[in-house]
């Protein structure tokens, strides 16, 4: 079988690369404790400085009123000014991606959990001209040899579908 | 034991060097048995053919780093021992691993002049691991070499799941580019 050649000549990499399997990890284990210690610390810091801060507060009633006054404002000022692309909670959020072979439009929504076979990674320059919020600027771009109308976007997230923009 | 003691004792053929292999990299071929084969009587025999393999090629081989000569005799003990269960029942674990690597197999056609030697392929692709970033090639070695789960990979390097089987996708798709862009057939 093809595969057990592949597995047979994994077999013969360069020692120093099998090092690498055992020296990353023992480089992470020094560090290990500080992020846990630095995250305590902070919410102690954070806690105590809220405590403090309401504590000086004189004016809390008035402060409340003003907040929710401001948040009503806003919620009246983009009703008014987003129009169509307003997002509405639940609803698919879409990105759109501009390559040299045309554009494509996806939601976060639409996933795979594989790749079709007929999926080519593409190799040319892209990018993301929206993305309402999202982190989709990191991934690999496929494109269907078969449909070239799908394309995918593999990401740590998932695998989205993407389609191409007419 | 310091790693060149032990190779001095298989030198001096002194049997001493077996167990003194034992005590130090025991435990690490076992693992390296457990992740490929199923059964528990396979894993012990294949660690004491190991030894046995050791053996016979020190002298006059003088390996550069013990730790990975044994690892290597193991693995390929262990893929000999899965040839041989072929018609009957293999280990599933194994079958995965290997199912995984399909997606590496260059297209047959790409270029049918040239028959490719295991070790050359595996300088292709020392070559292109040693180019990839530290952390996916570790990964992607825990994997494919040691045999590790995809859960034990994510605790060792502290990543998640999901982000351990999307590095060995990727890699495996430009492992699969690579081969075919050096023009290997199989």
Partial sequence: MKSERIFKAIGMVDDSLLNLCFEIKEKKKKISWVKPLTVAACIVLALGLGVKIRDLLPLKGTMENSMSQQS???????????????????????????????????????????????????????NVSDGEGKDFFSGELYIDTENENTAYLVTEEGIFILSRLE | MEDFQIIDLYFARDESAIDETDKKYGRLLYKIAANILKSLEDREEVVNDTYMGAWNSMPPTRPAALRHFLSRITRNLCLNRLDYKKAKKRSQYG???????????????????????????????????????????????RRYFYGERIGEISRFFGISERKVKYTLYSMREKLRLELISKGVTL
Avoid at chain 1, 104 to 110: A, D, L, Q, Y
Avoid at chain 2, 101 to 106: G, S
Avoid at chain 2, 125 to 139: E, N
Wanted: glycine content about 8%.
């Fill in chain 1, 72 to 126: 009503a404002q806003m919620s009246g000022e983009s009703g008014e000014t987003t129009g169509e692309s307003a997002v509405e909670d639940g609803a698919p959020v879409f990105f759109t991606l501009v390559t040299e072979r045309g554009e494509f439009r996806g939601s976060g929504e639409e996933t795979v959990n594989e790749l079709p076979r007929s999926a080519e990674i593409y190799e040319g320059q892209w």
């Fill in chain 2, 95 to 141: 079958e995965t691993l290997l199912s995984e690597l399909e997606d590496c197999v260059p297209d047959s056609s790409s270029s049918p002049e040239k028959i490719w030697e295991d070790r050359e392929i595996g300088q292709v692709i020392s070559d292109f691991l040693s180019r990839q970033d530290r952390l996916k090639t570790a990964v992607f070695l």
